[in-house]
């Protein structure tokens, strides 16, 4: 038997081990280590099993806000891959415009997060912004600083403007990677355009669209800066979603046992909801 | 099921093409009867996917006619021509069954699902696809989906013309011939106008009837495999033909007769020749052979191809290749070689020398 005896090859991993361990491994174990555990400061720490856990899942702020980000963000996909899916077909494939509508359509992804809210938050004012004068102005009553309904519209509104684009710009790669022969081979067949659509486009994107779902949903799930800035979570809570809940705690109330807890419950659902949408849109992939 | 006539055809890339060069196949008419089976033979780029583009109406002819059985179809969709084309890569639909991708043409043309069904069940039989009809199309091998393409437009039964556009190129060598004899069993037994696009010319010499050769953008010949061996217009298809291709070899018309490196060498159209041009002669190596007399030559190389073995000679700075039997002897040392006169041609500027109307 030959045992390698150099192993100074593992050398060459470790930097990968570092940058894992300090980027993931090490703060999601502190998180752990404040679920599970009391603290009153001066690194004194006290065993609390599932307490803090049992508190969470009991907690009725937190099943609120739980709801109303599922309702957000059910909202933000039914909204944004549709849309992001005709915006695509509508693009140009070929000539000077494709460019154009390149930019124009990246440009929204490329504006800091808390600059989409000082935004939003100053065009929707009611007395001085353009949109919030404007709807005003069409005679419907329009304060999003009051009236939930309009906090809603207007928080669902600016995250279709800041992300609708990144979808279209996924199908729109999507599209562009069909080979001609399948429109060419369509046509011969007689196709109409919906059974171009149904047949050869929506299938050849399914790929494109399971991750353009994918990442709107974890990104949705987890939006907090765009919110807090233009709502600041109000009217009362109703736009309070899980991120502002868990910052309120963490930092406001500075309950960290609570707070960790909550951050740990909230990494696992997106993890298992993330899993059953890949699991679910890529079944059929495997019949 | 038609007729195609190609009157004075031209087409350019360009919006508005100024010079020669812009075309992308020049002025070409021809007529391709009703059934026939025809190949487009050519390198690539040599324009044979433009014009077949142009037959099945996804290119609009910047100048000329396509003639269906004498009526005008150059400005109607694909889809009005009633053709079919099976494209290099297989195209499929990937969520329908076999069965429903053969159905997909004649559904979108609302035909009724009785006769659907008929139609799906006897090409599927045809095809040998029966078994797997039920199956979905994705999980199919590449000569299955390309088996469903050519289906697609077996299916309809009023199609005019079925185009393949190199579709061979995908599938794995021992299937490629398969498929060809299963293509030629087809046209055998539907007898429908088929046009058959390749670079290979096997592919080409074994489908067609009428082999039609193809060069920058040009008509170079259109023969039955036998024309384009035996007298072929130009040493394009001289050389692009046959393995190895045709000998060419410089030479110089004094008085009626062709002279090779001052050998006298007897050629059928010599009288035609004129010596204003560049000259060569044109000799293929099958019609080669070594003799007591003729052109001095030495052996510079033997490959040995199975059933014969591939001489190469150097005589007077030209390299003549020839073919020689399996089990016949070669001689070492200075050969002389003779040409058969029957089937040696003068070519003036690469053209058949009187040959050119």
Known sequence: MNKTINNRAWFLVLPVFILVAFNALIPLMTVVNYSIQETFGNN????????????????????????????FTGLVLLIQVPLGLVIALCMPRKGPWVSVCLVLMALPLL?????????????ALPDIGLLGKAINALGVPYNYTRQPMAAWFTTVLMDVWHWTSLVALLCYAGLV???????????????RPWAVFRYIQLPKLKHVLTIAILLRFMDSFMIYTEVIVLTGGGPGSTTKFLSIDLVQKALGGFDLGPAAAFSIIYFLIILFLSWLFYTLMMRTETK | MAKITLASLRHSYYLNPKSDEDFALKRLSLDWQDGGAYALLGPSGCGKTTLLNLISGLLVPTEGKILFDGADVSHLTPERRNIAQ??????????????????????????????????????GEMLDLTATL?????????????????????VRSDVNVIMFDEPL??????????????????????????IYVTHDQTEALTFADQVVVMNNGEVVQS???????????????????????????????????????????????????????????GVRPEFISIGGSGIEADIVKVSDAGRYRIVETQAS????????????????????????????????DGWIAGGRA
């Open chain 2, 86 to 123: 099976v494209f290099q890569f297989p195209v499929i639909y990937d969520t329908m069954t076999v069965y429903d991708n053969l159905a997909f043409p004649l559904r979108n043309r609302g035909v009724p699902e009785a006769e659907i069904d008929k139609r799906v069940r006897e090409i």
């Open chain 2, 134 to 154: 039920n199956n979905r199309a994705s999980g199919l091998t590449a000569d299955g989906k390309q088996k469903i393409s050519l289906g697609r437009g077996l």
């Open chain 1, 177 to 191: 990677s069909i080979p001609d022969a399948y429109y060419q081979a369509a046509k011969i067949d007689g196709a």
């Open chain 1, 111 to 123: 504006v800091p997060w808390n600059v989409v809210g000082s935004m939003w938050n100053i065009m």
């Open chain 2, 169 to 194: 190129t995908v599938i794995d060598p021992h299937l490629k011939w398969q498929l060809r004899s299963k293509l030629k069993e087809l046209h055998q037994r539907i007898k429908r106008t088929m």
């Open chain 2, 317 to 348: 700075g030209s390299t003549i290749k020839l073919l020689v039997a399996e089990g016949e002897s070669i001689p070492t040392g200075k050969i002389h070689l003779s040409f058969d006169p029957s089937h040696t041609q003068i070519y003036e």
């Open chain 2, 223 to 281: 023969g039955t495999p036998v024309e384009l061996f035996e007298k072929p217009r130009h040493t394009f298809v001289g050389h692009f033909i046959g393995s190895p291709g045709m000998n060419l070899l410089p030479c110089e018309v004094k008085g009626g007769k062709a002279f090779f490196a001052g050998h006298m060498v007897d050629a059928e159209n010599v009288a035609a020749a004129k010596n204003s041009a560049h000259l060569e002669i």
């Open chain 1, 44 to 71: 004194v720490f006290l065993w609390s099993g599932t307490t803090w856990f049992q508190q969470i899942l009991h907690d009725t702020n937190f099943h609120d806000s739980l709801k109303r980000q599922i309702i």
